[in-house]
């Protein structure tokens, strides 16, 4: 299952507490304060896995809490750090805060009630950026482990000589988070339904999407690698299908259209066919406004035009009626007979190295 919108909360461990110790030896049978001093809590970090595409994993785990410091100890012994907890994510993760630091719990290791979850906000919806996740291996604190309390040792004084006092670890920070999945990919495939995106994404790329007759055959982002001899290289994107409203959520457009803004080359794929009653010219436009209300820099971004399907009866002339009117270049192909792919991939390397 494709998960790309996932909330967490998340508790990172707290301090070890500090202890009350004196130095008892056989020649020294007065020694001195001798408590160690806590461990550090465990932080919450997110960590980028090129080897993962979807967030499906935090879904079923929201409470994430890292583990405490282990206590100080006598003769100056200081108590064991606690292990980070590493969440891993896929490229692309963007990181938003849901709410304010809650407040510490009294008991550290207690779990947070399932009530204090905040609900997953509707798409759009502003919120506190935090970090953009891209680069595999790349790593960042989510929420930073509590630093250990002092030992008794630290608090001798020329009045105090012997000090019974100590600090109890600092709580760990803890907070919700939105973790939302924007794909990140070279070229991505916008059209309508059954436009032929996934067929057209198998014949250039090694990806094997699932294939049908029927709208909204693809609903989860797919991303497919495209290899040349010469072991040059570029990903590729087939977005769900997009319809009119989109941009307003219609049709689940929000949940899609986030995956295009990473996009470097954008390419629309129209059935020219139109055997489905859609005029062409008119799918082209509809794609361009849904675009452009979705996010305005997206009009502007580099675009190649497909027309697909043009092994079927009446493709020729609904061609030569959309170059009228869209006046811009045009690549005829038949993704089903894997007639004009070749040339397309020349053209996605051309324009992308431009």
């Known amino acids: 299952m494709f998960i790309d919108r996932v909330r967490i909360l998340a508790r990172a461990g707290k301090g070890g507490r500090g202890c009350v110790s004196f130095l008892r030896e056989l020649h020294r049978p007065n020694g001195g304060p001798s408590g160690g001093d806590g461990g550090t809590g465990g932080s919450i970090i997110l960590e980028v896995d090129p080897h993962m595409n979807n967030l499906g994993h935090l879904s079923y785990l929201p409470h994430q809490y890292a583990t405490r410091g282990e206590h100080g100890g006598s003769n100056q012994m200081t108590g064991r750090n606690a292990k980070d907890l590493i969440l891993k994510v896929p490229p692309g ?7 304010a630091d809650l407040p510490p719990p ?11 979850m905040l609900a997953i906000p509707p798409t759009g ?27 008794n040792r630290h608090f001798k004084s020329s ?7 100590y600090e109890e670890g600092w709580p760990g920070e803890t907070g919700q988070f939105l973790l939302e999945l924007k794909s990140i990919a070279d070229v991505g495939l916008v059209g309508y339904p059954n436009a032929g995106k996934s067929t057209l994404l198998s014949r250039l790329s090694n990806a094997t999407p699932k294939i049908g007759s029927y709208p909204f055959t693809t609903l989860a982002p797919m991303i497919g690698v495209t290899e040349f001899p010469d072991f040059a290289k570029f990903t590729v994107a087939d977005i769900p299908g997009l319809i009119e409203g989109a941009h307003e959520g219609r049709g689940l457009g929000h949940e899609f259209l986030r995956h295009v803004e990473r996009c470097r080359l954008l390419l629309f794929v129209i059935d020219m066919s139109g055997h489905e009653g859609r005029d062409p010219a008119d799918d082209y436009a509809l794609l361009r406004k849904e675009l452009k209300l979705y996010r305005a820099e997206l009009a502007t971004r580099p675009a190649l035009i497909v027309a697909n399907k043009m092994d079927l009866p009446g493709s020729a002339e609904n061609l030569a009626a959309f170059k009228k009117k869209v006046r811009r270049k045009v690549i005829p192909i038949s993704a089903e007979k894997i007639e004009g792919v070749e040339d397309l991939k020349e053209l996605l390397r051309q324009a992308l190295e431009k």
């Open 93 to 99: 993760t963007v990181v938003t805060r849901l709410d």
């Open 106 to 116: 009294e008991d550290p290791d207690a779990p947070i009630p399932q009530q204090k």
């Open 125 to 151: 919806t502003e919120l506190e950026f935090i970090v953009d996740l891209t680069a595999p291996g790349q790593r960042f604190v989510l929420c930073k482990g509590g630093d250990g309390g002092r030992g």
């Open 159 to 165: 009045t105090n000589q012997a000090p019974r006092r």
